[in-house]
């Protein structure tokens, strides 16, 4: 078992940034590839960013590139999602989730990943 817990949300401007962190404990931290997602009431949950497990592939979704980095730790066993030029349509509930050596599937689907954290809201005003 991997257990997730993100951190680090808040309210914040438009044009501001903030930075997500998702400490894991319970299994070797560099075997799981690590990713974002983020959700809105009465949609699906959205794919945002993904690091490989092997650390040296990174990707991100179409809407936030360019504005969000993700980045890892290994020493640390935590994940990052630095967000900045924020933009009210940002707002959600980010999770962040680990996939032991995958996902099995393609990275942006929330259904190849194996754990779960349990949320952190941002909101972002305008």
């Known amino acids: 078992q991997v257990q997730l817990v993100e951190s680090g949300g808040g309210l914040v401007q438009a044009g501001g940034s903030l930075r997500l962190s998702c400490a894991a404990s319970?299994?070797?931290?560099?075997?799981?590839?690590m990713a974002w997602f983020r959700q809105t009431p009465g949609k699906e949950r959205e794919f945002v960013a993904a690091?490989?497990?092997?650390?040296?592939?990174?990707y991100y979704a179409d809407s936030v590139k360019g504005r969000f980095t993700c980045s890892r730790d290994n020493a640390k066993d935590t994940v990052y999602l630095q967000m900045n030029s924020l933009k009210p349509e940002d707002t959600a509930v980010y999770y962040c989730?680990?996939?032991?050596?995958?996902?099995?599937?393609?990275?942006?689907?929330?259904?190849?990943?194996?754990?779960w954290g349990q949320g952190t809201q941002v909101t972002v005003s305008s």
């Open positions: 989730a680990a996939a032991y050596r995958g996902p099995s599937t393609d990275y942006s689907s929330p259904i190849g990943y194996d754990y």
């Open positions: 319970g299994r070797t931290f560099s075997n799981y590839a």
């Open positions: 690091l490989s497990w092997w650390g040296e592939s990174t």
